[in-house]
Structures are given as C-alpha cells and as structure tokens.
C-alpha cells in the first residue's frame, strides 16, 4: 500500500498534477528582440511588442523554439511537427495587451514520461501530458508609492514553457520528487536554470482526494508554489482540507487556491475559471508553427547526455552503486567533477573520496563546484598517490587537509613533508620488534588468548612509525613476529 491519509471514515488517497512554468533560457523574448534577462533595471528590457503598442506585430524567436523542442526531446515526449499559437484573454494590469499569446489545442510537445525515485528506491513513471509555448505577464508592485501601484515590463513576453503532467502523481514525496526531476532534467538540458527563489520555475499543483479504487474526484488548483518544499506542503495540508470537508458530508469545489507558507495551509483566491472564460482563439498576427524533421534531427543529435543515462552509465562504466551514481549526476557539474577525478583511476576509489572528504569540504567552506575547494586534477594526484602505493589512506586525510588550505599539489605536500608510506620491511620490523619488547606483558596476554590485542599492536607499531607504515606490510610483521 502506497501513501494514505487516515480519515474518521478510512484511509484516503491523494491524487495530484503539477503544471509547472519553467522560463526559458533564451537571449530574447518569445516574440520579441528586448533582452529575457532577469534583473535589469525596471523597464529597461522592453520593445513596443511588449509593451502592448498599436500596430506592433510579434516574430517568433527560433531559439525559444527550439529550447521548447529540446526539453520535450528530454521527456522522451512527442514532438508536434503542427502547433499553433492562441490568444488567452484575461484583463490584468501587467498585461498590457489584454491576452497572453499561449498555445492551447496545439501544443508543440505533446504526451512523454519521467521517472522519478523515491526514498526506499522505487522507481515510479510520471507521464506528461503536453508541453506548450506562452508569453509570461509582467510584474505589479505594490510597496513603491504609498498610494500607487508600479508596473515592470522586464518579463513582459519572455518566453515561458507550461510542462503539465498527467495526474499519476501519489504522496507529497512523489510531488517533491517530480518536481526535482523536472528541474534536474531543464538544468542538464541547458532550457531553464530552475532557479525558484528567483521565480524562473514555479508550479501550480492540482490536487483531490478519493477513497481507494474509486474514480478522482474534484480537484483544486494551488497556484504558483515557489519551492519544493512547499509544493509537498500544499499537497498535504490541502489533501487534509478536502478530507475534512468530505467526511463532513459537504463538497469540494472546483477553485483556484493560495498556499500561505506561514500558516502552512491553503486558502480560496477564486471560483476556478474554465477554458470558455479566455475566449481562446488563434492568434491571427502568427502563422502556425511548423517543423521540420530535419530540424528536430539537428536539435536531438545535439541533446546532452541525461541523468537518467548518465547515472545508468556511472554504474556500469566505473563499478559504483545505483544510489552513488544518483548523487554524482545530481547536476552535471558534479557529475563532470566526477568523471574528471574517476577516468584511468580507480573509479570506486574516486566515488569515495568525492562524495566523502570533498563534499564534507564543499558544505564546510559553502563553496561551488565553478570554484572547488580541491580542483579535480589536485584530487585525482592524490588518489594517483595511494593508488600506487605512495602514501597510505591515513595519511591521504591529512594530504587532503592540507591541500584545502594551501592550495598545492598531493605531490608537493607529500615531498616537503616527508609522508611517503614506509615500505622497507626492516625498518618495519624493527618497528615492530621494538613494540613488542616495550609491551611484554602484552605480548603474554595475547599468547594466552586475548586476540583482541592485535589491533593494538598495529596501532603501537603505527604510531612509531608516524603513520606512515604500509598498512599491509606492517599487519604482516606484527602476524610473524608475535608468533
Ligand atoms: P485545466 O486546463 O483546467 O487546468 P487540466 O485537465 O489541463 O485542467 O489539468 C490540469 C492539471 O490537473 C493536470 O496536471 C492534471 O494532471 C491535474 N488533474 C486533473 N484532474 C485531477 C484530479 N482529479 N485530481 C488531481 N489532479 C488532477
Ligand atoms: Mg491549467
């Protein structure tokens, strides 16, 4: 049994959609060749298309186009050679037109499929039911003027990517989940920087609530959550709401809701609009999109490799775990971290050490993987060095540390400070012979039974040696000379 939430009258299963909005990476806006960058200052990025102007007519921007394609290509959906543009019309105060040029019953990508992961490892499918092209509307502030409001044009008319999902998804985990994925996915593709505190990624979440084995029953829609966190929040706190109403024998209805991250609970914003309330028709300023196979060709031929194949790869081509492999392809930048540190070493070694000592590394010092703490050729030195038996994994720890703060080499480290690995087994021996005769009565404890002494044997022998001591080498010296 899957996620259920217990009710006076039983258990109770949620039902969820995501429609998540995703703004496109593209120099210029979706129809127009104002800058789409975020932050500028108010005003400052925005042409007469824009702006709402007379007489302006809009030019669709090819490589918001083909972002579009690339990310549909990236869920493995179906891309529409056919789709058209239509006019969404609703009056707001940051949308000069009076309509968002959206597209509707043409979307250009259409069904696809991610998968998600979730905690204990299972592996769910999420299907997508469609991926369309709109405009995002500008920004209303409100805290300028004491007793006016103030519009920003800047993210008038850039290019926005509507990603709806089926309603397949079960638990606030598997909602957290998807989300991520989704991100994960923008990122590696180069379409969206998923950068939700800056509001380029948001979602609206769909969510009911039925009982086991029935049909879905009405939805409400929390618009625009901006975090993961929050997303798994609102699932909850509205699946419990709509609980609460059902088993007091009254009704959801069908609405547009707030999640208010205060309170953590949701609350009525308006009576849901359906499609007929936007007078959707084709935007008679555009022709409908186009595509050529040859294009989409071109586009797919040029995708990067993904993190569901790249984590598959990790595991077969270095020898590492599934849930490692899921770690080091996070973001791509980690995973070329990783394969720069892995390639002609021992790649299990390598796995180790990055998602050990240098990530406990980057989360102390609050670095990047742009500016690493050890850069991937520095960390690869010193696998190199206990690889070939140089120095020992003991004091690889304290390489490492040093290397963080000064910024050399394994090698140097290891050369000024005289840490190669002590392999001359006389001078092992001695070491050895040495303890033993300091620890006589030891020695006699451990002849009449008492194993457990061997461990503090070798560390004696160990420490005489500053830590240096071929681990293996010295286990054999204590092994021959007690017996
Ligand atoms: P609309 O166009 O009115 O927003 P859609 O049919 O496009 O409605 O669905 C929007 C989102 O709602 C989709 O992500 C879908 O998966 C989700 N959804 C549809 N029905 C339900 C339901 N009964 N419970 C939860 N989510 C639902
Ligand atoms: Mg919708």
Known sequence: MGYVLEGKSGNWEVVCGLEIHAQVISESKLFSGARAAYGGAPNSQVSFVDAGFPGMLPVINRECVAQAVRTGLGLAAQINLFSRFDRKNYFYADLPNGYQISQFAHPIVGTGTVEIELQDGTLKNIGITRLHLEQDAGKSMHEQHPGKSVIDLNRAGVALMEIVSEPDIRSPEEAGAYLRKIRQILRYLGTCDGNMEEGSMRADVN????????????????????????????????????????????????????YDQARGETRSMRSKEDA?????????????????????????????????????????????????????????????????????????????????????????????????????????????????????GRIAKDVFEEMLESGKAADAIVATKGLRQVTDTSAIDAAVASVLALNADKVTEYKSGKDKLFGFFVGQVMKALAGKGNPALVNEAVKRLLG
């Open 207 to 258: 969510v009911s609530v039925r009982k086991p084995g029935e049909d879905f029953r009405t939805r409400c829609e929390i618009k625009n959550v901006n975090s993961v966190r929050f997303v798994m929040h609102a699932v909850e706190a509205e699946a419990l709401r709509q609980i609460a109403l059902w088993e007091a024998g009254e009704e959801v209805r069908q609405e547009t809701r707030l």
């Open 276 to 392: 007929h309330d936007y007078r959707y028709f084709p935007d008679p300023d555009l022709l409908p999109l186009v595509l050529a196979e040859d294009d989409i060709a071109q586009w797919k031929s040029k995708l990067p490799e993904l993190p569901d194949a790249k984590r598959r790869r990790f595991c077969a081509e270095y020898g590492i775990s599934f849930y490692d492999a899921g770690v080091l392809t996070a973001e791509q930048a980690m995973a070329d971290f990783y394969e720069t540190v892995a390639r002609g070493r021992d790649a299990r070694l390598a796995a180790s050490w990055v998602t050990g000592d240098f990530f406990a590394a980057m989360n102390r010092s609050g670095a990047t993987l742009e500016n690493p703490p050890v850069s991937a050729a520095h960390l690869g030195g010193l696998l190199d060095l206990i690889s070939d038996a140089t120095i020992n």
